[in-house]
């Protein structure tokens, strides 16, 4: 498990996480979530001590990472793809991990098989693509088979049929019962892989809870409903003060729409008392995406639009450039 408790990160007068409390547990695959600059990354170098906390603490199983004698057989962590010396082969960096955690060398050749690198072993990691970069990374990661794992944006570079691998790969870590923490920018991929979620902003906690419990809470749910009586079963629900609104769906079939915190089996009890014959009954959820945007659009810190604007009035003469950055006089060096 890992937890933190006031975990505060502080470069000059720029608060980069504030006061973060959370807990990762085993058994579940967690995203991690935050606008950029939200602090995620931060948080993350923290839990591997390559940042040190202005306040608070951070603990893996009780321990922090500095004391673990054989880190690599506690936790595994891909934070930056790139980062292997590019002369090297991937199975001369992997070796080299491995003896300095006194892990066997069979290891080696076992975690290159299971990323699916094994016939590029011996290759320059420098000519290797992003996609390989970041399958080095992870068979770094689980090199040690530890019980704790880290993953900073995995799935960039990778190609449909890898992104499908990983995320069944981390859910497979994660039923057996390891704590898998994730960090991406992909959305709809991590709706698909974690259970629950870590959302932060301007490094503080927004919400912790399950995916399914954060889209629901953000953006509600709707009912679908189909009926050859549609117009008599608005009208009873108007009656129950219940906000409804008539539709098309995907096939232009007419629908009617109810929104609230209801079931389906609510709206069949309430079109069962009244006798009307019911042909569909959907309980449509927003999208994480959706969910997302909501409860994180006062921590964004760029909003494009509000860029686009400002280099539009800066090139209109109508505000001071200095006041704009990424912005600058034209012909100025």
Known sequence: MIEAQGLTKRYGATVAVDNLSFQVKPGKVTGFLGPNGAGKSTTMRMMLGLDNPTSGDVR??????????????????????????????????????????????????????????????????????????????????????????????????????GIVWIRTFMQKLAEEGRTVLVSSHLLSEMALTAEELIVIGRGRLIAQSSTTEFVDRASGTTIKVRSPQLDQLQGVLHEQQLVTRLGQ??????????????????????????????????????????????????????????EIAAVTDVNAGAIDPGAVPGTEPKGSN
């Open 60 to 161: 893996i199983d009780g321990k922090h990472y500095r004391d673990l004698r054989q880190p690599l057989t506690k936790i595994g962590a891909l934070l930056d793809a790139k980062w292997v010396h590019p002369n090297r082969s991937a199975r001369a960096h992997l070796a080299w991990m491995a003896a300095s955690n006194k892990l066997p060398s069979s290891r080696v050749d076992a975690v290159l098989e299971m990323v699916g690198l094994s016939t590029v072993a011996n290759k320059r990691a420098g000519a290797y693509s992003l996609g390989m970069s970041q399958r080095l990374g992870i068979a770094g990661a689980l090199l040690g088979d530890p019980e704790v794992l880290l993953f900073d944006e995995p799935v960039n570079g990778l190609d449909p049929e």
């Open 249 to 306: 769906d995907e096939t232009q079939n007419k629908v009617l729409f109810v929104d609230g915190n209801l079931t389906t089996d609510q709206i069949g009890e309430v079109a069962a008392a009244q006798g009307i014959v019911l042909h569909e009954l959907t309980l449509q959820r927003g999208s994480l995406e959706q969910a997302f945007m909501q409860m994180t659009g006062d921590s964004v810190q760029y909003h494009a639009h509000d």
